[in-house]
Each structure stands twice: as C-alpha cells, then as structure tokens.
DNA sequence: TTATTTTTTGACCATCTGGTCAATACGATT
DNA sequence: AATCGTATTGACCAGATGGTCAAAAAATAA
C-alpha cells in the first residue's frame, strides 16, 4: 500500500512523475470530462488499475496537477520587484509570462480549461493564493503611478490585460496557427513590448 | 419525418431553437465532452429521442451552434470602417468585443472552448471565413499606418490583443470574479479605451 | 533461501451515454 | 369522424468509463 505517512520509495517516485506528466498531456488537450484514464494509462505506460494504486482516481491526479500548476502560475508575479525600475519590471512580468506560453502552454491550457468550466476545483486556491497576491501587487503598482514613474491606469484590469494577451498565444494556439505565418512569439515580444511601453510610459506634462 | 427539402413547421422552428438554446447553455458551461444529451434534453424540457427526431446527433447541435456562431463573432469586424476615423474605428471594435463579452459570454465560453480544444470542428471555418477578413482588415490598418493616422504596430498581433483583453471576461469570468470588487466590465471599459488610445495614438516627431 | 512487503495485473462490475426503434399521440385535412 | 403525415416517447442496446479486487509477480528484508 501507498503509505502517506512514510517517504515514498524510488518506484513510486518515478511512477507518480510519470503519471502526472502522462495527465498533464491528456488533461490538457482534452478537459477534464474529456480525459479518461485509459488514456492516461497508455499515455504514461502503465495498467489503468496500477494507476488507481498511486492515485485514488481521476480527480485526485487533476487536483495534483491544479495544485503544482498554482506555484509555477504565481511565481513570476511573486517575483516583482518592488524597488526594481517600474516599467521594466513589468515588462520583465510580461516576458515571462510570455515565455511561459512558450515553454509551458500544457500548464496554460490546464488552467484554462479549469477557469473556463467555472473553476470548480480552484476557485479555494484563487482565493487563498491568487487574490492576496494580486492585491498586494495592485497596492506596490499604486505606489508606483503615485510617485509618477508609470502612467495611471487601473492595477487590476492592467493584470487582466497582461494574462490574456500573454496566455493567449498558448490557449488559442489553434487559431494563432490558422492566421500567421512566421513565428508569433517572436511577434509577439515586440508588440507587447511596445503596447506595454506606449500605455505606462508616464507623459510628462 | 423531418424533411430537409421542405420548409420547416413551426412546430419545427419552435423546437429546434429551443434545443440549441438549450445546448448553447450546456456546452458553453461543460465543453463538448463535458455535455450530455441529457442534460440537453432536461434543460429543453424536450426528450432525448425527440432531441434526435430534430437533430441527427449529439455532433450535429455542437456545428449548428458553431456555424451561427462564426457569423456573429465576425459581425463587428466586418463593419470596421476603412473610411472612418482610424482610432475610433479600433475602439469602436474593441467596445463592440467587450459588449458582446458582456451580452454573449455563452458563446464567447463555446468559442473558447472550442479552441482550447484544439478546433476540432472550426478550423475549416477559420480558414475559410477568418482569415480572409482578417487579412483584408490587416491591410487596412497598415494603410492608415502608412499615412500617419496610427502608430505602427504589427497589425495582427493588434487583433490578437483585442479579442484577449475583450473575451477574457467572459471566458476567465471565475477568475475574474474573485479578483473584482466592483463591476469588472465598466473598469475594462475605461482600461481599454486608455490602452488602445495610447498604444495608436500617433506621436508627432 | 525464505519470509514479507510492495507493485502489478487480468477479470470483472455498475453506471453513464449516445443512439435506435416500434408504438403511440397529435394535428391538420377531407 | 376517418385519414394521413407529423411529433413524441418508453423501452432498450452497445460501447465507454471510472473503479474494484483477488491473485500473481517483483522487490526487499531476514
């Protein structure tokens, strides 16, 4: 039996990482009604039931993944500096995120696929992780326009704006596909260099 | 029988609205997979074989629904206006795409859905009627670029930007709602004008 | 080696789900 | 009222799916 209490051996190790990179893959392509954990099975190469033996069913595998995502999801906000340059820091968040479409857009769409169907399993996390957060980065960017270094505009929907125009190139890939045809992330870096430099470049007067 | 060649009952026009009403509910709020026809049929009050009596399956609602879709979602990008005034043409676009997050998140939610799913049923769409239009309004924009009426930006990504910022409070409206005190959509509006405004506005040298 | 614990699996089950079909109810026309 | 095409439904089915379990196979400890 998988014991909670003892430290899990090497097998399980490697059989738990394998499982949940298998479901990453599944999980996000095709939802969470839309996985099965056949696939998931085949996906990472074990029997359905030994799967059942390290997790206790579908959900428990997609709360794990829900709740390692939140982590990678938060740092790169958790990392703004307070006393770095205003603008650049922000454009470092934009960067990151951005390249986090890149490298990581299984987790993108995850988390998409989960808000999209209202969050039923994440909204705890939002409130706990997320929220106070966000707040406490909205109150340092009010800070930040107060002192005059970043034109005004509101902290929270400037968040929103970042998170959608960034996970964008991961979420809707299919149809970023359809329409261009060099590279868009490469496009992308410029334009949202220059959308996020023309809105928060404080004007003198 | 229900025959294709004659025009329909009202009977027929009554239940087939009512079914993908119904559907559009379902779907927006479960994903393809994540609905069934049963729930199809309680939310129509209609039985699940009467559903099938109107539609040939679970398949044919979904592309019905995405077929009336794609008509009104290019709408507010048809009537951009090559002879208007060029930064109050784009707003005037991005105001309609944030009005329709408001007045349609269902669809919005379906769209989504539909695309994070990798667009299984719309890519033919989406070559066939986006990106033309696309391609057509692309042009126009580095026209008015060309002749100094906006700044310059890849124009692509412009659109890009435009459907994220505007479908993201609809399509992360979970999200949003723990985050937002008050009503989210009147500060987007104020945000976006200020984005968009700022990001075209063409500076004199 | 043997005993013991951990890991793996084949067979199985209950439920859900998309879909069928024969029979029935309904509504318009005569 | 009788007729005929339209609309509706209860009963049913096959396949998919999440999950169980006893037994076998591996790994580990004695």
Same mark, same amino acid.
């Given at each position: 039996?998988?014991?909670?209490?003892?430290?899990?051996?090497?097998?399980? !190790?490697?059989?738990?990482?394998?499982?949940?990179?298998?479901?990453?893959?599944? *999980?996000?392509?095709?939802?969470?009604?839309?996985?099965?954990?056949?696939?998931?099975?085949?996906?990472?190469?074990?029997?359905?039931?030994?799967?059942?033996?390290?997790? =206790?069913?579908?959900?428990?595998?997609?709360?794990?993944?829900?709740?390692?995502? !939140?982590?990678?999801?938060?740092?790169?906000?958790?990392? !703004?500096?307070?006393?770095?340059?205003?603008? $650049?820091?922000?454009?470092?968040?934009?960067?990151?995120?951005? $390249?986090? =479409?890149?490298?990581?857009?299984? $987790?993108?769409?995850?988390?998409?696929?989960?808000?999209?169907?209202?969050?039923?399993?994440?909204?705890?996390?939002?409130?706990?992780?997320?929220?106070?957060?966000?707040?406490?980065?909205?109150?340092?960017?009010?800070?930040?326009?107060?002192?005059?270094?970043?034109?005004?505009?509101?902290?929270?929907?400037? *968040?929103? =704006?970042?998170?959608?125009?960034?996970?964008?190139?991961?979420? *809707?890939?299919?149809?970023?596909?359809?329409?261009?045809?060099?590279?868009?992330?490469?496009?992308?870096?410029?334009?949202?260099?220059?959308?996020?430099?023309?809105?928060?470049?404080?004007?003198?007067?």
């Amino acid at each position: 039996m998988v014991d909670s209490e003892k430290k899990p051996s090497r097998i399980q !190790m490697r059989n738990r990482a394998r499982i949940l990179e298998a479901a990453l893959d599944v *999980f996000s392509a095709h939802g969470y009604r839309g996985s099965t954990l056949d696939a998931i099975a085949d996906a990472s190469g074990l029997s359905k039931p030994n799967i059942l033996y390290y997790f =206790s069913g579908k959900e428990e595998i997609h709360v794990t993944l829900l709740n390692q995502l !939140m982590e990678t999801w938060l740092d790169p906000l958790v990392e !703004m500096d307070e006393n770095g340059d205003p603008i $650049e820091e922000i454009l470092r968040y934009v960067m990151r995120k951005l $390249e986090m =479409s890149r490298d990581l857009p299984r $987790e993108s769409r995850l988390f998409a696929n989960e808000i999209l169907q209202g969050a039923p399993r994440m909204t705890p996390h939002l409130e706990a992780d997320l929220k106070p957060l966000v707040d406490e980065k909205c109150a340092v960017i009010r800070t930040w326009m107060e002192k005059g270094k970043l034109a005004p505009v509101d902290p929270q929907h400037l *968040f929103y =704006s970042i998170w959608s125009t960034t996970q964008h190139y991961a979420d *809707f890939e299919a149809q970023v596909q359809v329409l261009s045809d060099a590279d868009p992330l490469e496009g992308a870096r410029l334009f949202l260099d220059t959308l996020y430099r023309r809105l928060l470049t404080p004007m003198p007067e």
